[in-house]
C-alpha cells in the first residue's frame, strides 16, 4: 500500500490554511449537483487553486442532514476519475469519507488526508486503514441528534478523547492528527455559538483544530438568508475561528476566505510580508 506524504501542518506562527470543498454529489446542502460531473469538479478545482486553495477536500456523499447513505461502489465511483486528475494539481488533497476502503483507495490514488465526519467512530476499520496508509486524519466530532440538555463542550472533549484514542491505538502519530468539532452536526444553533465562542479550549487536547461553518444553517439562523448569501457570515465565524485557535477552515468560497486569513496574519504578525 503506497503510503501518503507531502502534506505540512501549518505552525501556531504561520496563517491557517484554507481548505476548498469540492463535493462530487447530486445533494449536498450547498452546491449539490453543481460539480457532479467529473469535468465541472476538476475545473473547480483548478479555480479553488488558483483563489488560492491550500487544501481540496473531495467528498462523494452527502453528510447534511437527512441525506440518504450511498453505497461504497457508488461513491467511489464518483470520486474516482475526479481524484485522477485532482491530484496532478499539485496541491494536498483531503478525502472526505468515513468508509475505511474508500480512504484506502483514495489515498492509494495520491489523497494525503483522510477527513472522517464520524471521528474514527463509525466504521470500525477506518482507525486501521488511515494508519496504513500514513495520512493525516481529520476526527470531527458528531451526534446523530440534537439536545440542548447536554454539555456540549463535554461531549466533543469525550468524543475527541475517544477519537484520539483510537488513533494512537492505531499508530497514527500526533503529528498526523486534527481535530474538527463539527458545527451543525447534531448541534443546536446555540450550541454552534458557544463552540465557536469557547473554541480556544479544545485546544488543550494538543493537536490541530479545523473549523468548517460554510453556509451552514448557524448562518442563516442569525442572518436570516439563504444558503447561497452567507458569504460574509461564513467569513466572520472562520475568522473568529482562527482568532480562537483554528489551523485550518473548511470553506466553499476560497477566494475571500485566503485573502482574509491573510490579512489576519499580517495583523497578528504585525507585518505585511509574513503572511
Given at each position: 500500500m503506497p503510503r501518503c506524504s507531502g502534506y505540512k501542518l501549518p505552525s501556531a506562527s504561520e496563517r491557517a490554511q484554507v481548505m476548498g470543498i469540492l463535493n462530487v454529489t447530486p445533494d449536498s446542502f450547498?452546491?449539490?449537483?453543481?460539480?457532479?460531473?467529473?469535468?465541472?469538479?476538476?475545473?473547480?478545482?483548478?479555480?479553488?487553486?488558483?483563489?488560492?486553495?491550500?487544501?481540496?477536500?473531495?467528498?462523494?456523499?452527502?453528510?447534511r442532514p437527512g441525506s440518504e447513505p450511498v453505497s461504497l461502489e457508488d461513491e467511489w465511483s464518483r470520486i474516482a476519475p475526479v481524484l485522477e486528475q485532482v491530484v496532478e494539481l499539485d496541491l494536498p488533497v483531503s478525502i472526505d469519507t468515513y468508509k475505511a476502503?474508500?480512504?484506502?483507495?483514495?489515498?492509494?490514488?495520491?489523497?494525503?488526508?483522510?477527513?472522517?465526519?464520524?471521528?474514527?467512530?463509525?466504521?470500525?476499520?477506518?482507525?486501521?486503514?488511515?494508519?496504513?496508509?500514513?495520512?493525516?486524519?481529520?476526527?470531527?466530532?458528531?451526534?446523530?441528534?440534537?439536545?440542548?440538555?447536554?454539555?456540549?463542550m463535554a461531549d466533543i472533549d469525550r468524543w475527541f478523547e475517544r477519537s484520539m484514542e483510537l488513533a494512537d491505538r492505531?499508530?497514527?502519530?500526533?503529528?498526523?492528527?486534527?481535530?474538527?468539532?463539527?458545527?451543525?452536526?447534531?448541534?443546536?444553533?446555540?450550541?454552534?455559538?458557544?463552540?465557536?465562542?469557547?473554541?480556544?479550549?479544545?485546544?488543550?487536547?494538543?493537536l490541530p483544530i479545523l473549523a468548517g461553518a460554510s453556509r451552514k444553517r448557524m448562518i442563516g439562523a442569525v442572518l436570516d438568508v439563504p444558503t447561497e448569501?452567507?458569504?460574509?457570515?461564513?467569513?466572520?465565524?472562520?475568522?473568529?475561528?482562527?482568532?480562537k485557535g483554528a489551523s485550518i477552515v473548511r470553506a466553499h468560497d476560497v477566494r475571500p476566505h485566503a485573502d482574509a486569513v491573510r490579512i489576519l496574519q499580517a495583523t497578528l504578525s504585525e507585518s505585511a510580508y509574513r503572511n
Open positions: 450547498s452546491d449539490g449537483g453543481l460539480h457532479f460531473a467529473a469535468e465541472r469538479a476538476v475545473a473547480h478545482a483548478r479555480a479553488m487553486k488558483a483563489e488560492g486553495a491550500d487544501i481540496l477536500d473531495l467528498g462523494g456523499e452527502s453528510t476502503e474508500i480512504a484506502r483507495r483514495a489515498c492509494a490514488a495520491g489523497a494525503l488526508i483522510v477527513n472522517d465526519v464520524w471521528g474514527l467512530q463509525k466504521d470500525p476499520a477506518m482507525p486501521d486503514a488511515a494508519a496504513e496508509t500514513g495520512a493525516h486524519v481529520i476526527m470531527m466530532h458528531n451526534r446523530t441528534e440534537a439536545d440542548a440538555a447536554i454539555d456540549i492505531a499508530g497514527i502519530p500526533k503529528d498526523k492528527q486534527i481535530l474538527d468539532p463539527g458545527f451543525g452536526f447534531g448541534k443546536t444553533m446555540d450550541q454552534n455559538y458557544l463552540i465557536l465562542n469557547r473554541l480556544d479550549q479544545l485546544k488543550k487536547h494538543g448569501d452567507r458569504l460574509y457570515g461564513s467569513l466572520a465565524v472562520h475568522l473568529i475561528a482562527v482568532q
